[in-house]
């Protein structure tokens, strides 16, 4: 009797265990083919032209149409965007509010510990904006930190901070702001005598600010032998979604090859050639340093 009813237990397990695994529990897909099926991706951003922004309710930059693009080529043909902080990306693609990140995010290794990048889409360097008549003769990061009185807004999270003290800026020369626009801001209000960001970010914020309380140094003195300058960008993914990445890596090369990728950075803004990535540069070379 004992054995008939461990046998029934074990006939009674074994029905519910199959019952609660079948094919169509979501559990079962990948994201990539959860995605497949919705035909949706969800796009984390941080409003920062020319890599990612939204202009009168649409989604603009080159970044976000590399990732439209790719996406369709994957058959994922609706993109949604969800604005974030730019702090905030990371943890949010981990936390899964949304699929990916579309930022033009550079490739560092500590950003690569806590999320997973797809191979470089461009490459950009540095800028800096001053106050008008650039009163301190700022011309390279090596002139700020030669004057402590000196002080620099750089965007929260940005890679910037760390390229700053690299460059022998001092850690109470350097404060953080929210965003692009609060760091041009603090840079007009006399509570920061710099700001830096990407070159093209800081060129395109100051254009568009039309503000002639603000210069643009145009003659920027790259840093040199600081790793993570130039730097590349590329979509990010959490670390759980390693097969969303691969799928997203190769139909990404081939738009780089049938030259889809150069048309839309020259079309956002981009030199074709000088921001495209040359081949020999990967993820895996830019995490090692292999590159710097």
Not at 38 to 66: C, D, M, Q
Not at 172 to 191: E, L, M, Y
């Amino acid at each position: 009797m004992k054995h008939l009813v461990k046998g029934l237990f074990l006939a009674i397990s074994l029905i519910i265990v199959a019952g609660c695994s079948n094919g169509n529990n979501d559990d079962d897909q990948s994201s990539l083919e959860q995605l497949q099926d919705a035909r949706r991706v969800t796009i984390g951003f941080s409003n920062e032209a020319p890599y990612a922004y939204e202009e009168n309710g649409e989604l603009k930059g080159a970044a976000v149409e590399i990732a439209t693009a790719v996406f369709a080529e994957l058959g994922i043909d609706h993109v949604e965007g969800q604005l974030a902080e730019w702090g905030q990306l990371i943890p949010g693609v981990q936390a899964g509010q949304f699929d990916v990140i579309t930022a033009g995010m550079a490739i560092t290794p500590d950003r690569a510990e806590n999320a997973l990048f797809g191979e470089p889409e461009m490459m950009y360097g540095e800028g800096l904006v001053v106050a008008a008549g650039n009163p301190h003769q700022l011309y390279s990061y090596e002139d700020i930190a030669n004057n402590p009185d000196i002080t620099v807004v750089v965007m929260e999270g940005a890679t910037e901070y760390e390229f700053l003290l690299e460059s022998g800026v001092s850690e109470d020369q350097i404060t953080t702001a929210s965003d692009i626009p609060s760091t041009f801001s603090a840079v007009q209000a006399g509570r920061a005598d710099a700001t830096t960001g990407t070159e093209m970010t800081v060129r395109m914020a100051f254009e568009s600010a039309n503000n002639t309380d603000l210069e643009l140094v145009e003659d920027f003195q790259q840093p040199e032998n600081i790793e993570g300058i130039p730097s590349y960008g590329a979509a990010a993914f959490s670390l759980e979604n390693e097969q969303l990445r691969d799928a997203y890596n190769e139909a990404l090369q081939e738009l780089k090859e049938d030259g889809t990728v150069q048309e839309i950075l020259e079309a956002n803004g981009f030199h074709p050639e000088n921001n495209f990535p040359p081949e020999d540069v990967t993820t895996e070379s830019i995490i090692s340093g292999e590159n710097y």
